[in-house]
C-alpha cells in the first residue's frame, strides 16, 4: 500500500513538475517574441543613420568594424544604417566634401529625404560641416567625442611639428603611410590623405576657425547648445574615463596623454570641447570606448556602448527623425 501510494506521489510530482516546466518554457517563448517585436522597431528611424568615423578611421577594415557591433546592433532594430568612409586624414572640409557626396549616394538608393549623421571624433566637425552647407539634407547631427573646440593633444603635436619643419615632414610621411595602410584594408585606396590637413584642423585654432564659419549647434563653454538650428536636430555625449579596462592595450597610450587637457577628457578630447546641441550625457568611457572598441573592452560599470547608440537610434525615431 504504502509502496504504491508512493508511486502515485512520485508520479503526481513529476506531472507537476512537468506542467510547470511547459508554463516556462511557454511564458519565455512570448517573452522572447515579444523582446524580438519590440526590437524589431526599436532603432527604426524615419531616416537613414549614417555613421562617420574620426581620424585614422574606416568602416571596415579586414573584417573588423570602426563601430564595432553597432551597425548590425541598429539595423536588428529595424534602422538602416551607413557606414561612411572618408579619408584617414585630411581637412575637415574635404571629409565634409566626401561625406556629402556620399549622403546624396545614401538618399538616392533609399528615397530618403534627409539623413540621421552620427560622428565620432573627428567625425563630429566632418558630419557638422555637411550640415552647415546642406542643411536641408540633414535630419540630425549627433557628434560622440567630437573635436568640437579642437584638441590640446594636437596643439602640443603642433607645437613639436612647426610647418616646414624637418619632423613635420617626417611625421607626414609616416602618416601618411599609416593612413594608406588603412585605406588599402578597408577599401578605401582611392581616398586622398593628408595629415598636416588634419592636425591642422584638430588645433584649438582649426577648430576656432571652423566654428567661425560652421557655429551651428556650439555649446557655450560647458553647456548645452542649441537644440535646433535650421531645421536639424543637433546632440552630443563624450566619455570622460582615460583608463577603462587593463586588459585594453590603448588605455596606456591614452593614461598618457590625459593629464594634457587639465579638465575632465576621453584621452584626446576634453568633456567641454566636444558638447554640440543637446548634451546626452558624459560616460566612464574613453576615446575608443566610444565606439566599442578594442572590440568591445570597456568599464564594466559604464553604459553598453551599443546601448548608447540604440538608445539614440530610438530617441530620434521618437523625434520623428
Known sequence: ?????????????????????????????????????????????????????????FDSALGVDYFYGIPDALRRGGAQVF???????????????????????????????????????????????????????????????????????????????????????????????????????????GLPQKPTAALDSLTSAGAADFNRRFPQGLASGCGSGADVVNGVRYYSWTGTQPVTNVLDPSDAGLALLAPLHGEANDGLVSACASRLGRHLGDYRQNHLDEINQLVGLRDLFSPDPVTLYRQHANRLKAQGL
Open 83 to 189: 557606414v561612411a568612409q572618408v579619408s584617414a586624414t585630411n581637412s575637415t572640409e574635404v571629409r565634409g566634401e566626401q561625406l556629402l557626396a556620399q549622403v546624396r549616394q545614401v538618399l538616392a538608393i533609399t528615397g530618403a529625404a534627409k539623413v540621421n549623421l552620427i560622428g565620432h571624433s573627428h567625425g563630429g566637425p566632418t558630419i557638422r560641416y555637411v550640415a552647415g552647407v546642406a542643411p536641408g539634407l540633414v535630419a540630425s547631427v549627433t557628434s560622440v567625442g567630437g573635436v568640437n573646440k579642437g584638441s590640446r593633444v594636437a596643439d602640443v603635436v603642433r607645437g613639436a611639428l612647426p610647418p616646414g619643419s624637418v619632423p613635420e615632414s617626417a611625421a607626414s610621411a609616416a602618416f601618411g603611410a599609416l593612413a594608406r595602410v588603412i585605406g588599402a584594408a578597408s577599401g578605401g585606396s
Open 1 to 57: 500500500m504504502n509502496e504504491s501510494l508512493r508511486g502515485i506521489g512520485r508520479r503526481r510530482v513529476a506531472a507537476a513538475w512537468a506542467a510547470l516546466s511547459l508554463a516556462l518554457a511557454f511564458t519565455l517563448a512570448l517573452a522572447s517574441q515579444a523582446a524580438r517585436a519590440e526590437s524589431a522597431g526599436y532603432t527604426q528611424t524615419r531616416y537613414p543613420i549614417v555613421l562617420v568615423h574620426g581620424l585614422f578611421g
